[in-house]
Protein backbone atom coordinates (compact mmCIF):
# COMPACT_ATOMS: atom_id res chain seq x y z
CA UNK A 1 0.00 0.00 0.00
CA UNK A 2 2.96 2.16 0.82
CA UNK A 3 4.34 1.81 -2.70
CA UNK A 4 0.93 2.45 -4.16
CA UNK A 5 0.84 5.78 -2.59
CA UNK A 6 4.13 6.90 -3.12
CA UNK A 7 3.74 5.98 -7.00
CA UNK A 8 0.61 7.83 -6.95
CA UNK A 9 2.24 10.90 -5.07
CA UNK A 10 4.89 10.72 -7.66
CA UNK A 11 2.84 10.75 -10.76
CA UNK A 12 1.05 13.92 -9.42
CA UNK A 13 4.36 15.38 -8.61
CA UNK A 14 5.74 14.82 -11.92
CA UNK A 15 2.36 16.19 -13.48
CA UNK A 16 2.40 19.37 -11.23
CA UNK A 17 -0.81 18.51 -10.26
CA UNK A 18 -2.87 17.73 -6.99
CA UNK A 19 -5.91 15.39 -6.94
CA UNK A 20 -8.38 17.91 -7.62
CA UNK A 21 -6.58 18.12 -10.80
CA UNK A 22 -6.20 14.61 -11.84
CA UNK A 23 -10.24 14.35 -11.53
CA UNK A 24 -10.64 17.27 -14.13
CA UNK A 25 -7.88 15.59 -15.96
CA UNK A 26 -9.77 12.15 -15.98
CA UNK A 27 -12.96 13.61 -17.25
CA UNK A 28 -11.60 15.95 -20.17
CA UNK A 29 -9.36 13.36 -21.40
CA UNK A 30 -12.13 10.81 -21.66
CA UNK A 31 -14.19 13.39 -23.44
CA UNK A 32 -11.38 13.82 -25.95
CA UNK A 33 -10.36 10.20 -26.46
CA UNK A 34 -14.12 9.84 -27.17
CA UNK A 35 -14.01 12.71 -29.70
CA UNK A 36 -10.82 11.44 -30.99
CA UNK A 37 -12.71 7.94 -31.73
CA UNK A 38 -15.59 8.99 -33.11
CA UNK A 39 -14.08 10.75 -36.09
CA UNK A 40 -12.57 8.39 -38.50
CA UNK A 41 -15.60 6.10 -39.72
CA UNK A 42 -13.82 2.87 -39.23
CA UNK A 43 -12.97 3.88 -35.27
CA UNK A 44 -17.02 4.79 -34.83
CA UNK A 45 -18.92 2.41 -36.55
CA UNK A 46 -16.81 -0.20 -34.26
CA UNK A 47 -16.40 0.82 -30.91
CA UNK A 48 -19.01 4.00 -30.69
CA UNK A 49 -22.12 2.81 -32.35
CA UNK A 50 -24.09 0.43 -29.83
CA UNK A 51 -27.75 -1.08 -29.39
CA UNK A 52 -30.41 -0.92 -32.17
CA UNK A 53 -28.31 1.81 -34.21
CA UNK A 54 -24.76 -0.65 -34.02
CA UNK A 55 -24.35 -1.93 -37.56
CA UNK A 56 -22.85 -5.54 -37.36
CA UNK A 57 -21.29 -5.75 -40.78
CA UNK A 58 -17.59 -4.92 -39.42
CA UNK A 59 -17.90 -7.19 -36.82
CA UNK A 60 -18.98 -10.55 -38.43
CA UNK A 61 -16.04 -11.58 -39.31
CA UNK A 62 -12.88 -10.47 -36.98
CA UNK A 63 -10.17 -11.91 -38.86
CA UNK A 64 -11.20 -10.16 -42.46
CA UNK A 65 -10.41 -7.11 -41.70
CA UNK A 66 -7.50 -7.30 -38.86
CA UNK A 67 -7.48 -5.62 -34.98
CA UNK A 68 -9.53 -3.11 -35.37
CA UNK A 69 -12.34 -5.82 -36.32
CA UNK A 70 -10.60 -8.00 -33.46
CA UNK A 71 -10.71 -5.35 -30.66
CA UNK A 72 -14.26 -4.78 -31.82
CA UNK A 73 -15.42 -8.11 -30.93
CA UNK A 74 -14.82 -7.56 -27.62
CA UNK A 75 -18.36 -6.74 -26.28
CA UNK A 76 -20.46 -7.14 -23.19
CA UNK A 77 -23.82 -7.20 -23.44
CA UNK A 78 -26.21 -3.55 -23.70
CA UNK A 79 -28.12 -4.40 -19.98
CA UNK A 80 -24.96 -3.99 -18.63
CA UNK A 81 -25.21 -0.24 -18.44
CA UNK A 82 -27.27 -1.19 -15.18
CA UNK A 83 -24.00 -1.66 -13.64
CA UNK A 84 -23.30 2.12 -14.34
CA UNK A 85 -26.27 2.79 -11.58
CA UNK A 86 -25.71 0.06 -9.20
CA UNK A 87 -21.56 1.86 -9.21
CA UNK A 88 -23.27 5.53 -8.51
CA UNK A 89 -25.39 4.29 -6.09
CA UNK A 90 -22.83 2.03 -3.94
CA UNK A 91 -20.37 5.00 -4.43
CA UNK A 92 -22.57 7.30 -3.23
CA UNK A 93 -23.33 5.38 -0.08
CA UNK A 94 -19.33 4.28 0.48
CA UNK A 95 -18.92 8.08 0.38
CA UNK A 96 -21.88 9.37 2.69
CA UNK A 97 -19.54 6.71 5.39
CA UNK A 98 -16.41 7.72 4.00
CA UNK A 99 -16.77 11.86 4.94
CA UNK A 100 -19.60 10.64 7.72
CA UNK A 101 -16.68 9.50 9.81
CA UNK A 102 -13.52 11.41 7.84
CA UNK A 103 -12.87 7.57 6.93
CA UNK A 104 -8.74 6.53 5.14
CA UNK A 105 -10.08 6.27 1.87
CA UNK A 106 -11.82 10.22 2.12
CA UNK A 107 -8.41 11.25 4.37
CA UNK A 108 -6.25 9.75 1.32
CA UNK A 109 -7.67 11.61 -1.32
CA UNK A 110 -7.99 14.57 0.78
CA UNK A 111 -4.29 14.84 1.90
CA UNK A 112 -3.56 15.15 -1.80
CA UNK A 113 -5.17 18.00 -2.55
CA UNK A 114 -3.50 21.19 -2.42
CA UNK A 115 -4.08 24.13 0.30
CA UNK A 116 -5.54 26.49 -2.66
CA UNK A 117 -8.14 23.97 -3.04
CA UNK A 118 -8.55 23.41 0.72
CA UNK A 119 -9.05 27.60 1.63
CA UNK A 120 -11.56 27.93 -1.93
CA UNK A 121 -13.80 25.24 -0.36
CA UNK A 122 -17.48 24.43 -0.71
CA UNK A 123 -19.62 24.92 2.40
CA UNK A 124 -20.81 21.60 4.45
CA UNK A 125 -24.54 22.24 3.08
CA UNK A 126 -23.22 22.28 0.07
CA UNK A 127 -21.73 19.36 0.23
CA UNK A 128 -24.85 17.52 1.81
CA UNK A 129 -27.22 19.20 -0.94
CA UNK A 130 -24.90 18.06 -4.06
CA UNK A 131 -24.51 14.64 -2.22
CA UNK A 132 -28.36 13.89 -1.89
CA UNK A 133 -29.21 14.95 -5.69
CA UNK A 134 -26.73 13.19 -7.27
CA UNK A 135 -27.21 9.92 -5.37
CA UNK A 136 -30.86 10.36 -5.94
CA UNK A 137 -29.99 10.77 -9.53
CA UNK A 138 -28.33 7.30 -9.45
CA UNK A 139 -30.76 5.43 -7.34
CA UNK A 140 -33.75 7.06 -10.06
CA UNK A 141 -31.89 5.52 -12.94
CA UNK A 142 -31.23 2.28 -11.26
CA UNK A 143 -34.77 1.79 -10.80
CA UNK A 144 -35.68 2.71 -14.14
CA UNK A 145 -33.13 0.44 -15.19
CA UNK A 146 -34.88 -2.73 -13.51
CA UNK A 147 -38.79 -1.57 -14.31
CA UNK A 148 -38.07 -0.41 -17.76
CA UNK A 149 -35.74 -3.19 -18.81
CA UNK A 150 -36.96 -5.55 -21.92
CA UNK A 151 -35.20 -8.17 -22.87
CA UNK A 152 -32.33 -7.57 -25.67
CA UNK A 153 -29.54 -9.07 -27.34
CA UNK A 154 -27.57 -5.50 -28.14
CA UNK A 155 -24.22 -5.24 -27.12
CA UNK A 156 -21.65 -2.50 -26.54
CA UNK A 157 -17.59 -2.55 -26.57
CA UNK A 158 -16.53 -3.85 -23.09
CA UNK A 159 -14.10 -0.25 -23.19
CA UNK A 160 -17.31 1.64 -23.04
CA UNK A 161 -18.43 -0.16 -19.92
CA UNK A 162 -15.32 0.37 -18.47
CA UNK A 163 -15.36 4.14 -19.25
CA UNK A 164 -18.81 4.15 -18.17
CA UNK A 165 -18.06 2.33 -14.57
CA UNK A 166 -15.16 4.97 -14.16
CA UNK A 167 -17.30 7.83 -15.15
CA UNK A 168 -20.00 7.02 -12.18
CA UNK A 169 -17.39 6.13 -9.83
CA UNK A 170 -15.38 9.70 -10.50
CA UNK A 171 -18.85 11.78 -10.10
CA UNK A 172 -18.93 10.37 -6.99
CA UNK A 173 -15.69 11.88 -5.89
CA UNK A 174 -16.27 14.90 -7.77
CA UNK A 175 -19.31 16.02 -6.40
CA UNK A 176 -17.42 16.74 -2.69
CA UNK A 177 -13.74 17.26 -3.64
CA UNK A 178 -13.68 20.83 -3.55
CA UNK A 179 -15.62 20.65 -0.69
CA UNK A 180 -12.69 19.02 1.01
CA UNK A 181 -11.55 21.92 3.57
CA UNK A 182 -14.79 22.22 5.08
CA UNK A 183 -14.58 18.69 5.68
CA UNK A 184 -11.36 18.47 7.06
CA UNK A 185 -12.26 21.33 9.40
CA UNK A 186 -14.93 19.36 11.37
CA UNK A 187 -17.23 16.09 10.95
CA UNK A 188 -20.68 16.49 9.04
CA UNK A 189 -23.22 16.12 11.52
CA UNK A 190 -27.25 16.44 11.42
CA UNK A 191 -27.33 19.65 12.36
CA UNK A 192 -25.66 20.84 9.12
CA UNK A 193 -29.26 19.25 7.31
CA UNK A 194 -31.28 22.17 9.21
CA UNK A 195 -32.38 24.64 7.32
CA UNK A 196 -32.25 27.77 9.60
CA UNK A 197 -31.83 30.25 7.08
CA UNK A 198 -33.65 30.79 3.23
CA UNK A 199 -31.95 29.20 0.14
CA UNK A 200 -29.86 30.79 -1.66
CA UNK A 201 -30.56 32.01 -5.42
CA UNK A 202 -28.18 29.59 -6.38
CA UNK A 203 -30.09 26.72 -4.61
CA UNK A 204 -33.32 28.31 -5.43
CA UNK A 205 -32.71 27.91 -8.94
CA UNK A 206 -30.49 25.01 -9.02
CA UNK A 207 -32.55 22.27 -6.85
CA UNK A 208 -35.78 23.02 -9.06
CA UNK A 209 -33.65 22.90 -12.12
CA UNK A 210 -32.88 18.94 -11.13
CA UNK A 211 -36.04 17.79 -10.10
CA UNK A 212 -37.69 19.14 -13.36
CA UNK A 213 -34.89 18.02 -15.52
CA UNK A 214 -35.10 14.54 -13.78
CA UNK A 215 -38.83 14.36 -14.31
CA UNK A 216 -38.53 15.13 -17.79
CA UNK A 217 -35.89 12.60 -18.16
CA UNK A 218 -38.46 9.93 -16.51
CA UNK A 219 -41.11 10.87 -18.28
CA UNK A 220 -38.63 9.84 -21.19
CA UNK A 221 -38.02 6.98 -20.24
CA UNK A 222 -40.96 5.72 -19.44
CA UNK A 223 -42.34 6.57 -22.98
CA UNK A 224 -39.81 5.06 -24.76
CA UNK A 225 -40.36 1.66 -22.81
CA UNK A 226 -44.13 1.82 -23.78
CA UNK A 227 -42.98 1.65 -27.03
CA UNK A 228 -44.09 -1.93 -28.70
CA UNK A 229 -41.38 -2.25 -31.09
CA UNK A 230 -38.34 1.11 -32.30
CA UNK A 231 -40.87 3.23 -33.50
CA UNK A 232 -40.12 7.25 -34.50
CA UNK A 233 -41.12 8.87 -31.02
CA UNK A 234 -44.08 10.65 -31.14
CA UNK A 235 -44.33 12.29 -27.44
CA UNK A 236 -44.42 16.00 -27.29
CA UNK A 237 -40.87 15.85 -26.03
CA UNK A 238 -39.21 14.19 -29.43
CA UNK A 239 -41.01 16.15 -31.94
CA UNK A 240 -38.91 18.50 -32.02
CA UNK A 241 -35.74 16.73 -30.45
CA UNK A 242 -33.92 13.97 -31.15
CA UNK A 243 -32.98 12.59 -27.97
CA UNK A 244 -34.59 14.92 -25.23
CA UNK A 245 -34.10 12.31 -22.17
CA UNK A 246 -29.72 13.45 -22.92
CA UNK A 247 -30.86 17.01 -22.92
CA UNK A 248 -32.29 16.75 -19.29
CA UNK A 249 -29.03 14.45 -18.36
CA UNK A 250 -27.06 17.85 -19.28
CA UNK A 251 -29.10 19.94 -17.43
CA UNK A 252 -29.02 17.57 -14.03
CA UNK A 253 -25.59 17.70 -14.18
CA UNK A 254 -25.32 21.30 -15.13
CA UNK A 255 -27.03 22.30 -12.09
CA UNK A 256 -25.02 20.08 -9.89
CA UNK A 257 -22.36 22.38 -11.51
CA UNK A 258 -23.56 25.80 -10.02
CA UNK A 259 -25.13 24.72 -7.25
CA UNK A 260 -21.32 23.10 -6.01
CA UNK A 261 -19.77 26.24 -6.62
CA UNK A 262 -17.49 27.12 -4.11
CA UNK A 263 -17.57 30.77 -2.94
CA UNK A 264 -16.26 33.42 -5.10
CA UNK A 265 -16.84 31.15 -8.19
CA UNK A 266 -19.51 31.12 -10.76
CA UNK A 267 -19.16 27.26 -11.18
CA UNK A 268 -17.31 24.01 -9.51
CA UNK A 269 -14.81 23.47 -12.21
CA UNK A 270 -14.36 19.92 -11.33
CA UNK A 271 -18.17 19.12 -11.81
CA UNK A 272 -18.02 21.34 -15.19
CA UNK A 273 -15.26 18.67 -16.60
CA UNK A 274 -17.90 16.09 -15.55
CA UNK A 275 -20.27 17.76 -17.60
CA UNK A 276 -17.91 17.55 -20.03
CA UNK A 277 -17.93 14.12 -20.53
CA UNK A 278 -21.38 13.94 -20.56
CA UNK A 279 -22.35 16.47 -22.84
CA UNK A 280 -19.77 14.99 -25.92
CA UNK A 281 -20.62 11.28 -24.70
CA UNK A 282 -24.23 11.91 -24.91
CA UNK A 283 -23.67 14.56 -28.13
CA UNK A 284 -22.07 11.71 -30.03
CA UNK A 285 -25.00 9.52 -29.22
CA UNK A 286 -27.80 11.57 -30.04
CA UNK A 287 -25.88 12.28 -33.69
CA UNK A 288 -25.86 8.59 -34.05
CA UNK A 289 -29.52 7.99 -33.01
CA UNK A 290 -30.59 11.06 -35.75
CA UNK A 291 -28.64 9.44 -38.14
CA UNK A 292 -29.92 6.12 -37.80
CA UNK A 293 -33.64 7.53 -37.96
CA UNK A 294 -32.81 9.20 -41.09
CA UNK A 295 -31.94 5.78 -42.39
CA UNK A 296 -34.97 3.89 -40.63
CA UNK A 297 -37.69 6.43 -41.15
CA UNK A 298 -36.37 8.73 -44.13
CA UNK A 299 -34.16 12.22 -43.87
CA UNK A 300 -37.65 14.09 -44.01
CA UNK A 301 -38.91 12.54 -40.62
CA UNK A 302 -36.17 14.05 -38.55
CA UNK A 303 -33.90 16.69 -40.05
CA UNK A 304 -35.40 19.62 -38.87
CA UNK A 305 -35.01 18.47 -35.02
CA UNK A 306 -32.32 19.32 -32.38
CA UNK A 307 -30.17 16.91 -31.55
CA UNK A 308 -30.19 17.51 -27.04
CA UNK A 309 -31.35 21.05 -26.76
CA UNK A 310 -33.61 23.09 -28.79
CA UNK A 311 -31.77 26.27 -30.20
CA UNK A 312 -28.40 25.15 -28.93
CA UNK A 313 -27.11 21.78 -30.18
Known amino acids: MDLLAHGVDSALDAAHMDAVDALRAFFLLAAATTVSVSIPSALRDRFLVYGPRATSGARDQPSAAGLLDFLATWQVPHGYFAQFYVASVVSSVFWAVQLGWRGCVFESIASRVSAEHLQQSMSLTQVLICWLLLAIQGSRRLWESVIFRKPSSSQMWCVHWLLGLGFYLAA ?109 NLGLTAQNTKQWYMQKFGREAVQDRWLMIPYIY
Open 172 to 280: GVAIWIEGSGAIRSRSLTLADLQITNAPTLRTFICVPLFLIASGLQHDCHHFLFSLKKYTLPDHPLFRGIVCPHYGAECLIYLSLTYLAAPPGQIVNKTMLCCLAFVAV
